[in-house]
């Protein structure tokens, strides 16, 4: 198993910038392909993006694509998004998640880190 404590969220303007992070512990990291989600009050939870386990290949969800970024760091142990540009619909609890391929569901999760843009 892994586990993953996501950190890094808080009170944002509109217009700025926030980097969380994911730090994963138990089964070696960079055995996993990471992912964020994020869910908004009253909302199903929605993909984010997708990382690799080398961060060589991502996948973004359109509403994110040229604002958010991954990268990771398996040396650390670590995953990032980094969120840029936000908006007040991107307020929302976001998840790490962890599967072993692309193909795989998402089978460890976080706890989740609350992000909230003002307008």
């Known amino acids: 198993q892994v586990q993953l404590v996501e950190s890094g969220g808080g009170l944002v303007q509109a217009g700025g910038s926030l980097r969380l992070s994911c730090a994963a512990s138990g089964r070696t990291f960079d055995n996993y392909v990471m992912g964020w989600f994020r869910q908004a009050p009253g909302k199903d939870r929605e993909f984010v993006l997708s990382i690799s386990r080398t961060g060589g290949s991502k996948a973004y969800a359109d509403s994110v694509k040229g604002r958010f970024a991954a990268s990771r760091d398996n040396a650390k142990n670590t995953v990032y998004l980094q969120m840029n540009s936000l908006k007040p619909e991107d307020t929302a609890v976001y998840y790490c998640?962890?599967?072993?391929?692309?193909?795989?569901?998402?089978?460890?999760w976080g706890q989740g880190t609350q992000v909230t843009v003002s307008s």
């Open positions: 998640a962890a599967r072993e391929s692309w193909k795989s569901e998402f089978e460890y």
